[in-house]
């Protein structure tokens, strides 16, 4: 079976080349017999990469440990359920799970577009798979998951422990997604390049396919953040951890993507800047990779140092330099056809909201990148922490905020001020009244998370008021109840009110990471079996801990369980138990904390068992208040709800689709 399934790969990387390079010759010799073996040639590689899949996970399955990529994530005593997912546990399966998904997509697009982008197609053919031989060429030449041992181990080594939690099961192969995904507008916008399309057709045929791409992305976010929350044990979700950034950059340039996009199909604008930002979006995205497989850097969340370091380089060189030759040969074909006409204008305000996000891609690419340039100059790996990341990135991030509760207000092409200043009059007054309540009601007295909140609450009635006058006129104007106007404005225009949807699920996942963030307390004490720890919070109150002993948990496979059992109490009244743990890995010899939290929306407190002496008689915890933290989850799960309606299809009128089929070659054709 092993090596049935690395006859698979090699086969599914000699189609992808063979496809890559007949597509394009078809095209340029006007041999579409040549495009449509190219299309057999795609579709068959997304075949046997399945089939090399699918031997991969028998091989987990069943404890094939004479292959060396099982041996190393995978042993008896795991749940079959971790065995499974152990396919993207390590470097070889992850690369090979990445080649298959891209794959996949390739296979979509062309099952999806053959019939209506026939022009473009042989060239979106080629440069998927390119990409998807590259990935597949790694896995051939450099990280084999069917390699052999010289022996058959009676047992494996296992899945690090750190990844043996549901919601880094799932991270992996969401984040993958979004990553691999933009590789369809990618490709589509060097179609659009080689072919000299100057208009917006690239953007209408890529439009969803790259707002599911964001959505995988941020999910996949999202996600890294809660693992890191609720296993790692350290309080917090974001440290500014290489590995995280590398998912971060291409996110805040794929964002302004989304956005400017729309003055491209509304005003005929930015064709340049938007061929450009997407180019940026996939090379941060395989330099991220890079990173992450690397072992450039080092990371609680990257593999192990590799071969593949100098690949990825090449490829992203070579990727790079090649779009960077069509974007310029290109040039006087991407002149926009309309430019700015006033400062004051929805225009202008998306354009300083790219601005914003690619300053914070700078910052975040620059502070990730900066022990290598450290090391490289001086011989010595300086490491840029947090604090640098949070100073630097706050006063971009409280400028976008604003602009999502302005631009959504202004029109296309020119306002007045006097109309902007009324417009933003009610925002900001309650925006002023919120402050004035987190001051003295509150006691928010801090002028930076005060500010925040201000702009977070300006934002947000804007986008209330926005829903509002749509709702009411619906309701004036055609007699329906609120929740139909309601249901029925969305559905009308989903794109702009999905968005409006996916701004509200942002400011609800800042107001968390404001509160978290400026007011979060911690505190360490060892206590005996009946002692007691306070840990209090200006804006949240007292909370008590009594330490009743230590417990054996239940231990279901592979691991020894010790739970601590913790009686709280909140400004002296009873709130519960909580019961942090430590689970010991038998074969790993590794033990992971996991900790226990108290969640409300107010705050959690969050409660780690560092360690303990003899049989439990002493133990040592550490606790921390998080204030609004779930707002962060809320405000994400919002989020993503936005996006999907954004990108879900609007049904077409009846009458429309009776007008498209009126107009087909079939239906104007005489009668015989």
């Given at each position: 079976m092993?090596y049935v399934?690395?006859?698979?790969?090699?086969?599914?990387?000699a189609?992808?080349?063979?496809?890559?390079v007949?597509?394009?010759?078809?095209a340029q010799?006007?041999?579409p017999?040549l495009?449509?073996s190219?299309?057999?040639?795609a579709?068959?590689?997304?075949?046997?990469?399945t089939?090399?899949?699918?031997?991969?996970?028998?091989?987990?399955?069943?404890g094939?440990?004479?292959?060396?990529?099982?041996?190393?994530?995978?042993?008896?005593?795991a749940?079959l359920?971790?065995?499974?997912?152990?396919?993207?546990?390590?470097?070889?399966?992850?690369?090979?799970?990445?080649?298959w998904?891209?794959?996949i997509?390739?296979t979509l697009?062309?099952?999806?577009?053959?019939g209506?982008m026939?022009?473009m197609?042989?060239?979106?053919?080629?440069?998927?798979?390119?990409?998807?031989a590259?990935?597949?060429?790694l896995?051939v030449?450099?990280?084999?998951?069917?390699?052999?041992?010289?022996?058959?181990?009676?047992d494996g080594?296992?899945?690090?422990?750190?990844l043996?939690?549901?919601?880094?099961?799932?991270?992996?192969?969401?984040?993958?997604v979004g990553?691999?995904a933009?590789?369809?507008?990618?490709?589509?916008?060097?179609?659009?390049?080689?072919?000299r399309?100057?208009?917006?057709?690239?953007?209408r045929?890529?439009?969803r396919?790259?707002?599911?791409a964001w959505?995988?992305?941020?999910?996949?976010?999202v996600?890294?953040?809660?693992w890191?929350y609720?296993?790692?044990?350290?309080?917090?979700?974001?440290g500014?951890?290489?590995?995280e950034n590398?998912s971060?950059?291409?996110w805040?340039?794929?964002t302004?993507?989304l956005?400017?996009?729309?003055m491209?199909?509304?005003?005929n604008?930015?064709?340049?800047?938007?061929?450009?930002?997407?180019?940026?979006?996939f090379?941060?995205?395989?330099?991220g990779t890079?990173?992450?497989?690397?072992?450039v850097?080092?990371?609680?969340?990257?593999f192990?140092?590799?071969?593949?370091?100098?690949?990825?380089?090449?490829?992203?060189?070579?990727?790079?330099?090649?779009?960077?030759y069509?974007?310029?040969i290109?040039?006087d074909?991407?002149?926009s056809?309309?430019?700015?006409?006033?400062?004051?204008?929805?225009?202008?305000?998306?354009?300083?909201?790219?601005?914003?996000?690619?300053?914070?891609?700078?910052i975040?690419?620059?502070?990730?990148?900066?022990?290598?340039?450290?090391?490289?100059?001086f011989?010595?790996?300086?490491?840029?922490?947090?604090?640098f990341?949070?100073?630097?990135?706050?006063?971009?991030?409280a400028?976008?905020v604003?602009?999502?509760?302005?631009a959504?207000?202004?029109?296309?092409?020119k306002?007045?001020?006097?109309?902007?200043a009324?417009?933003?009059?009610?925002?900001?007054?309650g925006?002023?009244?919120v402050?004035?309540?987190?001051?003295?009601?509150v006691?928010?007295?801090?002028?930076?998370p005060?500010?925040?909140?201000?702009?977070c609450?300006?934002?947000?009635?804007?986008?209330i008021i926005?829903?509002?006058?749509?709702?009411s006129?619906?309701?004036?104007?055609?007699?329906?109840?609120?929740?139909?106007?309601?249901?029925?404005?969305?559905?009308?225009?989903r794109?702009r009110?999905?968005?409006?949807?996916?701004?509200?699920?942002?400011?609800?996942?800042?107001?968390?990471?404001?509160?978290?963030?400026?007011?979060?307390?911690e505190?360490?004490?060892n206590?005996?079996?009946g002692e007691?720890m306070?840990?209090?919070?200006?804006?949240?109150g007292?909370?008590e801990?009594?330490?009743y002993?230590?417990?054996?948990?239940d231990s279901?496979?592979?691991r020894i369980i010790?739970e601590?059992?913790?009686?709280?109490k909140?400004?002296g009244e009873?709130?519960?138990?909580?019961?942090?743990?430590?689970?010991?890995?038998?074969?790993?010899?590794?033990?992971i904390?996991?900790p226990?939290?108290?969640?409300t929306?107010?705050?959690?407190?969050?409660?780690?068992?560092?360690?303990?002496e003899?049989q439990?008689?002493?133990?040592t915890?550490?606790?921390?208040?998080?204030p609004?933290v779930?707002?962060?989850?809320i405000?994400?799960?919002v989020?993503?709800i936005g996006?999907?309606?954004?990108?879900?299809?609007?049904?077409?009128p009846?009458?429309?689709?009776?007008?498209s089929?009126?107009?087909?070659?079939?239906?104007?054709?005489p009668?015989?």
């Amino acid at each position: 079976m092993p090596y049935v399934g690395y006859v698979a790969t090699v086969l599914a990387m000699a189609l992808a080349v063979y496809a890559a390079v007949v597509a394009a010759v078809g095209a340029q010799r006007r041999m579409p017999e040549l495009v449509v073996s190219a299309r057999n040639a795609a579709l068959g590689v997304t075949g046997f990469i399945t089939v090399a899949i699918a031997i991969v996970e028998y091989l987990l399955i069943t404890g094939h440990y004479q292959t060396r990529y099982i041996y190393e994530v995978s042993n008896r005593a795991a749940p079959l359920f971790y065995r499974v997912t152990a396919l993207w546990g390590g470097q070889d399966g992850s690369l090979l799970f990445w080649a298959w998904l891209m794959s996949i997509f390739s296979t979509l697009v062309l099952v999806n577009k053959w019939g209506s982008m026939r022009i473009m197609m042989p060239y979106v053919i080629s440069v998927t798979q390119i990409t998807v031989a590259f990935f597949v060429g790694l896995v051939v030449f450099v990280a084999n998951p069917f390699e052999q041992l010289p022996f058959f181990p009676a047992d494996g080594a296992g899945l690090n422990p750190m990844l043996r939690h549901f919601g880094m099961i799932i991270h992996p192969p969401i984040l993958y997604v979004g990553f691999v995904a933009f590789v369809i507008p990618y490709a589509f916008a060097m179609a659009a390049l080689i072919t000299r399309q100057s208009g917006d057709l690239w953007i209408r045929t890529t439009r969803r396919w790259t707002l599911i791409a964001w959505l995988f992305l941020s999910l996949g976010i999202v996600l890294g953040g809660w693992w890191a929350y609720d296993v790692l044990g350290w309080g917090g979700y974001w440290g500014w951890d290489p590995v995280e950034n590398a998912s971060l950059i291409p996110w805040l340039v794929g964002t302004p993507f989304l956005h400017s996009v729309m003055m491209h199909e509304n005003r005929n604008m930015l064709k340049r800047w938007n061929i450009a930002l997407i180019i940026l979006t996939f090379a941060l995205i395989v330099e991220g990779t890079f990173l992450t497989r690397s072992g450039v850097i080092s990371s609680v969340h990257s593999f192990a140092q590799s071969a593949i370091g100098p690949l990825f380089l090449g490829f992203i060189l070579i990727m790079f330099t090649g779009s960077l030759y069509l974007f310029v040969i290109r040039w006087d074909v991407l002149k926009s056809d309309n430019e700015l006409d006033s400062l004051f204008s929805r225009e202008s305000f998306f354009l300083l909201n790219n601005l914003l996000f690619i300053g914070l891609a700078i910052i975040v690419w620059w502070g990730t990148h900066f022990p290598l340039f450290s090391e490289a100059l001086f011989g010595e790996k300086i490491v840029v922490g947090p604090p640098f990341f949070e100073q630097s990135t706050a006063p971009l991030w409280a400028a976008i905020v604003v602009l999502m509760g302005i631009a959504p207000l202004v029109p296309w092409r020119k306002a007045s001020p006097t109309k902007m200043a009324n417009t933003l009059l009610w925002p900001t007054l309650g925006a002023l009244i919120v402050m004035a309540l987190l001051y003295t009601v509150v006691g928010i007295k801090l002028f930076g998370p005060l500010l925040g909140f201000g702009l977070c609450a300006l934002t947000l009635i804007a986008i209330i008021i926005e829903y509002w006058r749509g709702v009411s006129a619906r309701h004036r104007t055609k007699g329906e109840s609120y929740p139909v106007a309601l249901s029925r404005l969305v559905a009308r225009n989903r794109r702009r009110y999905g968005g409006y949807l996916i701004h509200t699920g942002v400011i609800l996942l800042a107001i968390g990471i404001i509160g978290s963030r400026a007011y979060q307390v911690e505190t360490q004490k060892n206590l005996a079996i009946g002692e007691s720890m306070t840990i209090s919070s200006e804006i949240i109150g007292t909370y008590e801990l009594t330490y009743y002993g230590l417990r054996e948990g239940d231990s279901p496979d592979d691991r020894i369980i010790t739970e601590a059992v913790l009686d709280v109490k909140y400004n002296g009244e009873p709130a519960g138990s909580l019961i942090p743990n430590r689970e010991y890995f038998v074969v790993q010899e590794q033990p992971i904390t996991i900790p226990d939290k108290r969640s409300t929306l107010a705050d959690d407190l969050y409660v780690i068992l560092a360690g303990w002496e003899g049989q439990g008689e002493t133990a040592t915890f550490k606790a921390y208040i998080n204030p609004l933290v779930n707002w962060l989850w809320i405000g994400s799960f919002v989020f993503i709800i936005g996006t999907m309606v954004a990108a879900w299809p609007s049904p077409k009128p009846s009458r429309e689709r009776a007008a498209s089929k009126a107009q087909t070659p079939e239906a104007t054709a005489p009668a015989k």
